[in-house]
């Protein structure tokens, strides 16, 4: 059964500064990856997908990820931390030839970002 | 621009007692799923729906059940509440084609089995 590892289950950055969120899934085969962002009280919104195509995608509110098939990992960053970005983030996986398209989640990241 | 609704945003239950959740979604959406949400877990999928009429069991479906007789419906049941069935539930949906492949989520449910 496919499997997603969130590093660090709270992090905490300053404003204005990098934003590192970890995530390695287990698959022998390059799955479709995601990530999504909940604010409080509210549902899951994507941030971006990879499905195959290049393997640094751009998400919405500046945020990024590398899909890298080396180390199994589909780490998401962003350069410059905003206060409004202090959320739940969670990756997901969803394995190539999934007839229900569903999706597995890590145990989620909470970002904190101190003024 | 309704998108996911689910209803109600809040309950709370004494055990052994039954209630069904309601999710409701006007994308025409063919894909659709219940979830639910407890602390360093993440979501865990409860069971799914692939069109109208049909279901299926996802990773914890135990003391669950649900139903999709309509398109735009997917009713998720506890026929007898359980502590263990306290949790934040999430509906989402999705059209069901690989390529474009986004959930687009309801804003949750929160149930409290005491």
């Given at each position: 059964a496919q499997s997603v590892t969130q590093l660090g289950s709270h992090v905490s950055v300053s404003e204005g500064a990098l934003v590192l969120l970890r995530c390695n899934y287990s698959s022998s085969v390059p799955p479709y990856l995601f990530w999504y962002v909940q604010y409080p009280n509210q549902g899951l919104q994507l941030l971006l997908k990879y499905t195959s195509a290049a393997t640094l995608v751009k998400g919405i509110n500046g945020f990024e990820a590398e899909f890298k098939k080396s180390e199994t990992s589909f780490h998401l960053t962003k350069p410059s931390a905003h206060m409004s970005d202090a959320a739940e983030y969670f990756c997901a996986v969803s394995d190539q030839g999934n007839a229900g398209n569903m999706l597995t989640f890590g145990g989620g990241t909470r970002l904190m970002v101190k003024p | 621009n309704a998108g996911?609704?689910?209803?109600?945003?809040?309950?709370?239950?004494?055990?052994?007692?039954?209630?069904?959740?309601?999710?409701?979604?006007?994308?025409?959406?063919?894909?659709?799923?219940?979830?639910?949400?407890?602390?360093?877990?993440?979501?865990?999928?409860?069971?799914?729906?692939?069109?109208?009429?049909?279901?299926?069991?996802?990773?914890?479906?135990?003391?669950?059940?649900?139903?999709?007789?309509?398109?735009?419906?997917?009713?998720?049941?506890?026929?007898?509440?359980?502590?263990?069935?306290?949790?934040?539930?999430?509906?989402?949906?999705?059209?069901?084609d690989r390529v474009n492949y986004g959930y687009t989520f309801g804003s949750g449910t929160r149930l409290t089995v005491v």
């Open positions: - | 996911v609704t689910q209803t109600p945003k809040f309950r709370v239950l004494k055990t052994g007692q039954s209630m069904t959740l309601l999710c409701a979604q006007d994308m025409n959406h063919e894909y659709m799923y219940w979830y639910r949400q407890d602390p360093g877990m993440g979501l865990r999928l409860i069971h799914y729906s692939v069109g109208e009429g049909t279901t299926a069991k996802g990773e914890v479906p135990d003391g669950y059940n649900v139903s999709r007789l309509k398109k735009q419906n997917f009713l998720l049941g506890l026929e007898s509440a359980a502590p263990s069935q306290t949790s934040v539930y999430f509906c989402a949906s999705n059209y069901g």
